[in-house]
């Protein structure tokens, strides 16, 4: 299936209705275009005068995942939202939006890309060769960790 697969841009507004229906159901806080959370997991309101962007993964005209990032700061990427439509799972489409985030902080020059990672998929990310550095708890939605890539795996784009 991987040949049919596409990964473009969208907007917020695109994302927005699949995080709050089927990734974040439910959820209390506020979804916002940016997350304030720094790679520590501390709370940082200069992250919001970063610029998001936001990628749907397309097979065909269907909208079969989401992904997004936007920089913390000069030099790290955060991952954010990814979800795979429950009927193109193991397609390798979840894959081919964590591509597009690596690409992306090889472009914009980031040395470093982390995620927020609920606990249950840390050995998916491990796959995706993020390795987690600490447990977070007192967010929605279970355990988290902390996960990050460094430079060598950023050395291959696409
Ligand atoms: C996690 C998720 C993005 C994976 O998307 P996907 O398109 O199915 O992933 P891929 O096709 O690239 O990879 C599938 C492989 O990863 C494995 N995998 C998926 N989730 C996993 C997990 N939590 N732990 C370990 N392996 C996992 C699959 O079993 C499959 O293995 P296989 O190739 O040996 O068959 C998708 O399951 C999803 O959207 N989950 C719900 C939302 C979510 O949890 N988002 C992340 C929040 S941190």
């Given at each position: 299936m991987d040949k049919y697969?596409?990964?473009n841009p969208i907007t917020f507004e695109e994302t927005l209705p699949i995080w709050s229906k089927h990734l974040w159901p439910g959820r209390k806080s506020d979804i916002e275009q940016v997350s304030c959370i720094n790679q520590v997991g501390d709370i940082d309101v200069?992250?919001?005068n970063f610029s998001p962007e936001f990628y749907g993964c397309f097979l065909k005209e269907e909208m079969a995942g989401v992904i997004s990032c936007h920089p913390i700061?000069?030099?790290v990427l955060?991952?954010?939202g990814i979800y795979v439509f429950e009927k193109f799972r193991k397609n390798g489409v979840g894959s081919l939006l964590?591509?597009?985030v690596k690409?992306?902080?090889f472009e914009v020059e980031c040395q470093n890309v982390f995620g927020l990672v609920r606990t249950i998929n840390q050995p998916?990310?491990?796959r995706h060769d993020f390795a987690a550095y600490k447990s977070i708890s007192g967010y929605e939605y279970g355990p988290h960790v902390l996960m990050g890539l460094g430079l060598n795996s950023l050395a291959t784009p696409l």
């Open positions: 697969l596409k990964v200069e992250i919001k700061n000069k030099k955060r991952l954010r964590i591509r597009m690409q992306r902080a998916y990310f491990e």
